[in-house]
């Protein structure tokens, strides 16, 4: 997701990113697509970092300075009188989308376990969706009720025999770990999270505020650390009468490829239940399973997966729609 494949080059990403913005936003469609052969452009992000050259940070950054979503005019013009400026967002600040709708992708496996349950979300953001259980949802018509009267109902398209829960599972305990945890309560923090949505996803922005409005009643508590080091040390915390589940979702993707194998060792010797919720080419486990099935969707999907066993769903990267396997 994101157009952040560190083996591509910049125009291939921002080409990349405009397939996936098809559909979605017209406005990143075209803009991509425009930044692709723009020489302006392409020599401003080939002075930054690779990993500070993706889409997603560039548009949100511009966004972020001008006050309003960049077209190709107001992107060239602030590259060229305010490149360092620019510069200087993109490099203090990260793609951080934080996905509340991501829950409802997440919920049926998690209602499934055993309760009560412990949380830890690695590559937390903000800790938006970490608060599953405080989010009410709407799968075509099945309602969900969470503990959260006020919080916002997340719409969900099921597909396929998914399993649908009846309840919010209980959450006794949760924590996040972040290289850069956001603060729910800095409105800074907040601001550049409404940046990362992208112009045309409006009901995106609504449901963002509303969970932000959540999490600053219920505010989860995300860690700083690296989910290659700190991860154990955190697990350690958690309390032994419940169920440990680590989970992630679009994470992988901003990892070292040579290292994901590691992290997933590091899941495994946990003894807890593991979800991972990432884009088909990132995981690390049963690779080739899960390639041919993501056929399906191409690269436009993640691949929902427990225990790092092949696919059990395949999920719309924002969380629009869950498409459960059928058992073999
Ligand atoms: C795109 S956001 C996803 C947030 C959230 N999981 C969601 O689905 O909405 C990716 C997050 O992963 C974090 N991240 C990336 N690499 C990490 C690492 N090595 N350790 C911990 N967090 C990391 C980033 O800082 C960022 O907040």
């Known amino acids: 997701m994101g157009g952040h494949d560190l ?11 405009a397939l996936e913005a098809a559909g979605r936003s017209a406005q990143y469609e075209r803009l991509s697509t425009e930044v692709a052969d723009d020489d302006t452009i392409l020599s401003f992000l080939a002075r ?3 990993a500070k050259r993706q889409p997603n940070l560039l548009f949100a950054a511009a966004r972020y300075l001008l006050g309003a979503p960049p077209e190709l005019k107001s992107l060239r013009s602030l590259v060229a009188d305010r490149g360092d400026e620019m510069a200087s967002v993109m490099r203090s600040r990260r793609t951080q989308t934080n996905e509340p709708a991501r829950c409802a992708t997440l919920l049926p496996l998690l209602a499934m376990l055993p309760g009560p349950l ?12 970490l608060l599953p259980d405080r989010y009410s949802y ?20 099921p597909r396929g025999p ?46 963002l505020r509303a969970a932000i409005a959540t999490a600053r009643r219920h505010p989860p508590r995300v860690v700083r650390g690296d989910l290659l080091t700190d991860l154990p040390a955190l697990a350690r915390q958690a309390p032994g009468d419940a169920t440990l589940v680590i989970f992630h979702s679009a994470v992988l993707a901003y990892v070292d490829p040579a290292r994901r194998g590691e992290f997933a060792a590091i899941v495994a010797g946990l003894g807890a239940v593991w979800i991972s ?18 056929s399906l969707y191409g690269n436009h999907c993640f691949a929902l997966m427990r225990d790092g066993r092949g696919p059990v769903a395949f999920t719309d990267g924002h969380g629009a729609w869950l498409d459960w396997l059928p058992a073999e």
Do not use: K
Request: aromatic share 6%.
């Open 7 to 17: 083996t591509a080059t910049t125009a291939e990403n921002y080409r990349a990113f």
């Open 48 to 50: 930054l970092p690779p």
């Open 118 to 129: 412990a949380l830890i979300e690695v590559g937390a953001s903000a800790g938006l969706t």
């Open 138 to 157: 709407d799968y075509a018509g099945h309602r969900v009720q969470g503990t959260d009267p006020d919080a916002p109902v997340i719409a969900c398209e």
């Open 162 to 207: 998914v399993p649908l829960p009846g309840r919010v599972p209980e959450v006794t305990w949760r924590a996040g770990l972040d290289l850069n945890p956001l603060d729910v309560a800095s409105d800074e923090d907040m601001q550049w999270l409404e940046c990362l949505v992208w112009p045309g996803e409006e009901g995106r922005l609504t449901r």
């Open 277 to 294: 919720n990432e884009a088909p080419r990132v995981v690390p486990a049963d690779v080739g399973a899960t390639l041919a099935a993501a």
